[in-house]
């Protein structure tokens, strides 16, 4: 069983900055991609960026390249979301997402494809 448990959302003004953190516990699996994606009210759930586990391979969303930094830290089995420069827009609950097994030549950015996700941290961002 996998578990992800996000931290370090909150209420900034625009232009400020935060930095999302996700814990993974359980198995992990070493072809694994783990991402973030974000949903506001009354919207569909979106893709906001992933890196592969194994390989550092990143993507990110287009509304969110440049101002977004996807890493992670193997050690403490640990993904982070550095957002910079934000905007009312980026105000959402956002998630992270392990999607076991990589079967293209890149990571996903269908959320058909995560097998686990977490319970969401909220990311307020006031004007």
């Known amino acids: 069983q996998v578990q992800l448990v996000e931290s370090g959302g909150g209420v900034v003004q625009a232009g400020g900055s935060l930095r999302l953190s996700c814990a993974i516990s359980g198995r992990t699996f070493s072809s694994s991609d783990m991402g973030w994606f974000r949903q506001a009210p009354g919207k569909e759930r979106e893709f906001v960026a992933v890196i592969g586990w194994s390989d550092d391979m990143t993507y990110y969303g287009d509304s969110v390249k440049g101002r977004f930094i996807i890493s992670r830290d193997k050690a403490k089995n640990t993904v982070f979301l550095q957002m910079m420069s934000l905007t009312p827009e980026d105000t959402a609950v956002y998630y992270c997402?392990?999607?076991?097994?990589?079967?293209?030549?890149?990571?996903?950015?269908?959320?058909?494809?995560?097998?686990?996700w977490g319970q969401g941290t909220q990311v307020t961002v006031s004007s």
């Open positions: 997402a392990v999607d076991r097994l990589r079967l293209a030549s890149r990571p996903s950015r269908s959320i058909d494809d995560y097998d686990y």
